[in-house]
């Protein structure tokens, strides 16, 4: 069974940055793509990053692109998420989720994922 706590979300000022940080526990391999999803008050669930644990191939949202970058630390059994030039539309609790795949596999943010941390709150204040 495969546990994941995310870690390092806080408040943060329009433009700002903040790393939030996923660590997993029970994994046996490396076979797993990892994604940060996000769930804003109100909104539905949205898919913000995702990267395959194995090669570190990494798939954004367009809305993310290139102020977010998803990294992997396989040694720590830790995923991060790089958060740049934060807005306020994006206060939402930040999830971390994995799902079991080969290991040459493409992460996407659509399909089912599998294992689902708690969640970690991020406010981002005009």
């Known amino acids: 069974q495969v546990q994941l706590m995310e870690s390092g979300g806080g408040s943060v000022q329009t433009g700002e940055s903040l790393t939030l940080s996923c660590v997993a526990s029970?994994?046996?391999?490396?076979?797993?793509?990892v994604g940060w999803f996000r769930r804003a008050p109100g909104k539905e669930r949205e898919g913000v990053a995702t990267?395959?644990?194995?090669?570190?191939?990494?798939f954004y949202a367009d809305s993310v692109k290139g102020r977010f970058t998803i990294s992997r630390d396989n040694s720590k059994n830790t995923v991060y998420l790089q958060m740049n030039s934060l807005k306020p539309e994006e206060t939402a609790t930040y999830y971390c989720?994995?799902?079991?795949?080969?290991?040459?596999?493409?992460?996407?943010?659509?399909?089912?994922?599998?294992?689902w941390g708690k969640g970690t709150l991020v406010t981002v204040s005009s």
């Open positions: 029970g994994a046996t391999s490396n076979k797993y793509c």
């Open positions: 990267i395959a644990l194995s090669y570190g191939g990494a």
């Open positions: 989720a994995a799902t079991l795949r080969p290991s040459w596999a493409i992460c996407n943010l659509t399909g089912e994922y599998s294992y």
